[in-house]
């Protein structure tokens, strides 16, 4: 029997969602078409079939993730990673959590970082680099954003120039979304 995830891991659960996705073999064609671009250009998943309902927000949605968690220019993969985690935590999405924790790990092949963000969450204590992105994208996540400019200075005082910052603002906005997607469309089950 399968049963919710609660609890932040590292080990990605199966996303269940509350509605039957659309089927790939009878989907129509603009269905079709918004698919083609899949978030992380991996397979279609359950929530890519789910989003498909709604094929041109979702042929506009794809790109977009995409562009701001891969592109080749600004913050490092794995601090966007750090950014998406943070965002998930607040979020408490424990699918996402899982998802980027898991990219986290395998970009910087350290897991002594997500190891204390999943042990004492908003509180974990970091290097002052990471500390300073994580901090600033859980309080940019919060409702209503508690970042201030104090935290975007802190971004600077560590070396982030401003498209990196604007790319850890982008990356913690899109997982505000994504996570809220998560949340309303399925949940996250261990088998």
């Not at 890519?48 to 977009?64: F, G, K, Q």
Request: aromatic share 8%; with cysteine.
């Amino acid at each position: 029997m399968s049963e919710v995830v609660h609890t932040f891991t590292t080990t990605v659960p199966r996303w269940q969602p509350y509605v039957v996705p659309v089927d790939f073999a009878t989907a129509t064609d603009e269905q079709h078409a918004a698919m083609q671009t899949t978030p992380s250009n991996k397979g279609i998943s359950p929530y890519v079939l789910t989003l498909a309902h709604d094929p041109e927000t979702l042929a506009v949605r794809s790109p977009l993730f995409n562009l701001i968690m891969y592109g080749k220019d600004g913050l490092a993969a794995s601090e966007r990673e750090l950014g998406a985690v943070a965002a998930s935590v607040v979020n408490r999405c424990v699918y996402c959590a899982a998802v980027h924790a898991s990219r986290f790990n395998n970009l910087t092949k350290r897991t002594d970082v997500i190891e204390a963000v999943f042990a004492d969450g908003l509180e974990a204590t970091l290097d002052e680099h990471l500390q300073a992105i994580f901090d600033f994208s859980a309080r940019l996540s919060t409702t209503p954003p508690k970042a201030v400019a104090s935290d975007a200075q802190a971004l600077a005082d560590v070396g982030l120039d401003e498209l990196e910052a604007l790319d850890l603002v982008l990356s913690s906005a899109i997982f505000g979304w994504a996570n809220r997607l998560m949340h309303t469309l399925g949940e996250p089950m261990k088998d």
